[in-house]
């Protein structure tokens, strides 16, 4: 049976090639979009972008905090009565 897709070894390069290119283009959105800003990062060029980043590394590091506090071991379903 071969190798799946997401098993290969080149599939996280290109995931994060794919991911680079993403933020590029949404900087450049902010370059072409005008708005009123309301916040003073809103200013800045990728500030958006910047805090977009930052709430996602710290929604994964929340859902890693609360899956160690509330995780079980690998073993909690063994019987160990017989």
Sequence with gaps: ???RRLD????????W???LVLLAASVMVQFA???????DVERWPGGMVLVGAIAAAAVVLAAR???ALLGRGDD???DDDR
């Design 1 to 3: 049976m071969g190798r």
């Design 8 to 15: 290969r070894p080149g599939t996280a390069r290109i995931a």
């Design 17 to 19: 090639l794919v991911l």
């Design 33 to 39: 979009v005008e708005g009123e800003a309301h916040f």
């Design 65 to 67: 905090l609360v899956g």
């Design 76 to 78: 909690f379903h063994d």
